[in-house]
């Protein structure tokens, strides 16, 4: 079955420390996003790109950097310089253009 | 700037009744795509439903049903026969090409059912 696969789904990191969350997706997509959720709010868009080698920031970039080498998989690496990373962070894919994403199940970080 | 609304941060609704949801946005470019997700307590985000600016008629998919208002720049939507299954977090969202198509998302309604 085609899906978004997000790993791991729990993340523990100590100060200082840079951490990477995996997206791999098997649909086809050109695109792929990164978004944050903190507790009770919306989505907030950390970075997407819609093609290989190409990637534009998001709302909240700051602390955080990604690469896309490959269609299939868009690893966003969480660096120290992110002050508050406590997070659930989603990984979304989609046609460039089309309707609505696909999601994975989400990684909910800690800094310990 | 593109934005969206969520007035209801919580709403409770007895099974098997219907419930809306409220949803205002606004932007400024004529083509647009308003979603609805569903984010049950597990966490992963459902594509529910999805409306285009063009679109003549509501958009509908099962017991979901998008009460789309343009000039009020209104999307609502409204789940019929509510179930259990149904309490989560539910999300509308926009795409536009100002917006470089990303989704922008509001900040969510909590739907409690009863039994």
């Known amino acids: 079955d085609g899906g978004i696969t997000q790993s791991p789904k729990y993340l523990f990191r100590k100060e200082g420390q840079n951490v990477t969350l995996s997206c791999e997706q098997n649909?086809?997509?050109?695109?792929m996003y990164w978004y944050r959720q903190d507790p009770g709010q919306g989505l907030r868009l950390i970075y997407y790109?819609?093609?290989?080698?190409?990637?534009q920031k998001g709302d909240i970039a700051e602390g955080y950097s990604v690469s896309r080498e490959k269609k299939e998989s868009f690893p966003l690496t969480v660096t120290s310089a992110q002050k508050n990373p406590t997070a659930f962070y989603l990984c979304?894919?989609?046609?460039?253009?089309?309707?609505?994403?696909?999601f994975g199940s989400g990684t909910r970080l800690t800094v310990v | 700037a593109q934005k969206i609304t969520q007035t209801q941060p919580g709403m409770f609704v007895q099974e098997k009744e219907a419930v809306t949801l409220d949803c205002t946005y606004d932007?400024?470019?004529?083509?647009?795509?308003l979603f609805w997700y569903k984010q049950p307590s597990s966490g992963e985000m459902i594509f529910l439903i999805y409306?285009?600016?063009?679109?003549?008629q509501n958009a509908t998919e099962g017991r979901y049903s998008l009460n789309f208002q343009k000039a009020r720049k209104s999307a609502n939507l409204v789940i019929s026969a509510s179930q259990l299954g149904d309490s989560a977090m539910y999300f509308c969202?926009?795409?536009?090409?100002?917006?470089?198509?990303?989704?922008?998302f509001g900040a969510g309604t909590r739907l409690f059912v009863k039994a």
């Open positions: 409306q285009g600016s063009y679109d003549q």
């Open positions: 649909l086809n997509h050109d695109a």
């Open positions: 979304a894919s989609s046609i460039v253009t089309a309707y609505g994403y696909t």
């Open positions: 790109s819609q093609i290989v080698n190409d990637f």
């Open positions: 932007t400024s470019d004529p083509s647009y795509g």
């Open positions: 969202a926009m795409r536009d090409p100002t917006g470089g198509f990303k989704t922008i």
